[in-house]
């Protein structure tokens, strides 16, 4: 996988660069062709500014020793295993993390498919099976929550007493702190579902986004006179219904190109009936707005919606008139945010 492009929030960079990272699935298939591994451990999900900062440490430190820098991670999240019919929302769904992964420059990405028998490994079993004979690690780092084995019952003290023991130097980071909170998975998933994506956003270092192939929807947009690319969400955190204003991340000629649009999350309720509203899937509606007189057909094709602003509810409407003024009104809207973005003058 090469990815190539950048996209900015406010002044932080979330580079995507060209890079070549093994990923590798399952611990026991790992064979790392340079000694001296640089390591972290953890879920990961939604790849947010603290995670960073371990992978930036991870990374500044393997290129003093000359090792690679490591991620082991897992597949599914730890708790749809243990607990038995619970669906974890992702921040960022599998692929995506390993993409993220990928850009910020992580040479070696070791993706565990997690299960029951997987989590009946002692602390200890762990340690020798993971650290020392998967990764043969000379550094890990890892935050100041981390714990390993059965029922977590690998603390920190465990850990730096082992990693002594074999000669393993041990980093716990402080956690990263954002206008006083701590940035946690969590703490993004509470913000993203009170539909605060601004907020979300600082605490993940860049916009939450939808990415999926583009599939044809009922035309109903074509025939409002503002035709939609329609995405369906998977097993990742549905905002809040309603209207945004995004980014919408085109493919062109091999380049990520962003282009204003407006966004509907939501199930449609001007044409659904109301007993239907709380079972249909949501569906991600994105309008791009071009210049007069462009179009482009993205059916088939991939697309990244990244949220920005949220300007309004879901709605039911009267008629289909009403509906249309709506629409007009939300991507005029959305044109003088962006415009107003543009001018620098956006609010912090």
Not at 32 to 38: F, G, K, N, P, S
Not at 119 to 145: M, N, P, W, Y
Not at 155 to 181: F, H, I, K, M, Y
Request: hydrophobic share 40%; with cysteine; aromatic share 10%.
């Amino acid at each position: 996988m090469v990815l190539e492009g950048v996209s900015e929030f406010r002044g932080l960079l979330f580079y995507v660069k060209s890079w070549n990272m093994l990923l590798v699935r399952g611990i026991e298939n790992l064979e790392l062709t340079r000694d001296h591994a640089v390591l972290t451990i953890g879920n990961f999900d939604g790849v947010h500014i603290g995670h960073q900062k371990i992978f930036a440490a991870v990374i500044e430190e393997s290129k003093r020793t000359g090792g690679p820098a490591c991620v082991y991670t897992f597949r599914p999240h730890p708790q749809e295993v243990l607990r038995p019919g619970t669906q974890v929302k992702l921040l960022t769904l599998y692929d995506e993390k390993i993409r993220l992964l990928e850009s910020v420059g992580i040479d070696v990405v070791v993706e565990e498919p997690f299960s029951q028998e997987f989590f009946t490994l002692s602390a200890r079993e762990f340690f020798e099976k993971v650290i020392i004979r998967g990764f043969k690690a000379v550094s890990l780092f890892v935050g100041h929550d981390f714990a390993f084995g059965k029922n977590r019952e690998g603390n920190l003290d465990l850990l730096n007493e082992w990693c002594a023991e074999r000669g393993v130097q041990v980093t716990v980071l402080s956690p990263e702190e954002s206008e006083g909170e701590i940035v946690s998975s969590t703490r993004i998933r509470a913000l993203l579902s009170e539909g605060d994506v601004i907020r979300a956003a600082r605490l993940m270092g860049r916009f939450f986004f939808y990415q999926g192939i583009v599939v044809k929807g009922d035309q109903r947009g074509r025939l409002l006179g503002f035709p939609t690319a329609n995405l369906r969400l998977e097993n990742k955190l549905a905002l809040p219904r309603g209207v945004y204003a995004t980014w919408a991340i085109v493919e062109k000629n091999g380049k990520r190109e962003k282009v204003p649009s407006v966004t509907n999350v939501g199930v449609r309720p001007t044409f659904t009936d109301a007993s239907d509203q709380n079972v249909l899937p949501v569906v991600v509606e994105c309008h791009l707005i071009l210049p007069e007189g462009e179009t482009i057909d993205l059916y088939g094709e991939s697309l990244e919606v990244q949220f920005v602003e949220r300007f309004r509810n879901e709605k039911k409407f009267a008629d289909f008139e009403e509906l249309k003024t709506q629409i007009a009104k939300d991507r005029t809207q959305a044109k003088e945010y962006f415009r107003f973005q543009d001018s620098g003058s956006m609010k912090s």
